[in-house]
């Protein structure tokens, strides 16, 4: 079904833990709401694992959610690299939630 798109949702996840990382960090000091810049990214992601709007849920947008605020949790580096398993972790857990 969506297997083709793996590694692009495993990287459109980890551009968006890495942006994630900037806004929570930003937002720590006091100079951005995350509210106000939020990419939308797990829209593309629904789209490209081919979920039907039936299919999405609370559930799911929780999950994605919990996973982006992980990623203060890790180093900052420029390629974001340290990221790449938290990002192959979240596709898996959204993988397995769709398909239950």
Not at 14 to 28: A, S, T, V
Not at 68 to 94: H, P, Q, W
Request: aromatic content about 10%; glycine content about 4%; overall charge negative.
């Amino acid at each position: 079904m969506y297997k083709q798109n793996e590694q692009l949702i495993i990287d459109l996840i980890q551009q968006d833990l890495k942006h994630c990382q900037l806004i929570y960090g930003l937002e720590q000091l006091g100079l951005s709401s995350s509210s106000m810049h939020h990419l939308e990214i797990l829209e593309i992601i629904y789209q490209l694992m081919d979920i039907s709007h039936e299919k999405r849920n609370d559930y799911l947008s929780e999950t994605y959610a919990s996973f982006m605020s992980m990623a203060i949790n890790y180093e900052i580096t420029s390629n974001g690299e340290t990221l790449k398993v938290l990002a192959e972790d979240c596709y898996y857990r959204l993988k397995y939630l769709v398909e239950l």
